[in-house]
T-cell receptor, first 112, second 115 residues
Framework: AQSVTQLGSHVSVSEGALVLLRCNYS??????LFWYVQYPNQGLQLLLK??????LVKGINGFEAEFKKSETSFHLTKPSAHMSDAAEYFC??????????FGKGTRLHILP | DTEVTQTPKHLVMGMTNKKSLKCEQH?????MYWYKQKAKKPPELMFV???????INESVPSRFSPECPNSSLLNLHLHALQPEDSALYLC??????????????FGPGTRLTVL
């Protein structure tokens, strides 16, 4: 069965520092992977997605993620954190055409 | 229009009340979803409609009753809820292409409080 594990329920970085949010997946078939962001009291917004092809995926707001099959990972990065990046981030995997499974989420805190 | 709208934004109801949540999209998507999200938790899938037919029910209690009157609208009827049903209810929609990645677009949610 497909699943995702997010390492670290809370991550704090200084403004301007590198953001790294970790996600490992488990899948018996080539996975479709996503990163979503949720700001307080809002719905989820898709940051980026991996289907097939290029393993480095660029998303919105300067985020990118790299699919590493050998490590079963799909970590999210951003070179320079901004205060507006403070939010909850969810990694997710598609288990069928109309169903995705979310990880438990990582709360990103940005320190001034 | 790439927006999923949900009404109301907030809802407070008693355990004996009947209320409904509404979701609407005009992106031509033929799949629509209801999720429940408790505080500090990921969204949990409740129901999926594909081409206006219920395709997934994740063993949700019958006090939650979904309805998809047309391809743009999705309702969630609530009756005799419990305080533990208080949560953010999210609606989403997507295309339905078999074997393809179908990105889900989320609405802002309805914050439900059951007294």
């Amino acid at each position: 069965a497909q699943s995702v594990t997010q390492l670290g329920s809370h991550v704090s970085v200084s403004e301007g520092a590198l953001v790294l949010l970790r996600c490992n997946y488990s899948s018996s078939v080539p996975p479709y992977l996503f990163w979503y962001v949720q700001y307080p009291n809002q719905g989820l917004q898709l940051l980026l997605k991996y289907t097939t092809g290029a393993t480095l995926v660029k998303g919105i707001n300067g985020f990118e993620a790299e699919f590493k099959k050998s490590e079963t990972s799909f970590h999210l990065t951003k070179p320079s954190a901004h205060m507006s990046d403070a939010a909850e981030y969810f990694c997710a995997v598609s288990v069928r055409d109309d169903k995705i499974i979310f990880g438990k989420g990582t709360r990103l805190h940005i320190l001034p | 229009d790439t927006e999923v709208t949900q009404t109301p934004k907030h809802l407070v109801m008693g355990m004996t009340n009947k209320k409904s949540l509404k979701c609407e999209q005009h992106m031509g998507h033929r799949a629509m979803y209801w999720y429940k999200q408790k505080a500090k938790k990921p969204p949990e899938l409740m129901f999926v409609y594909s081409y206006e037919k219920l395709s997934i029910n994740e063993s949700v209690p019958s006090r939650f009753s979904p309805e998809c009157p047309n391809s743009s609208l999705l309702n969630l009827h609530l009756h005799a809820l419990q305080p533990e049903d208080s949560a953010l209810y999210l609606c989403a929609s997507s295309q339905v292409w078999a074997g393809e990645l179908n990105e889900q677009f989320f609405g802002p949610g309805t914050r439900l409080t059951v007294l």
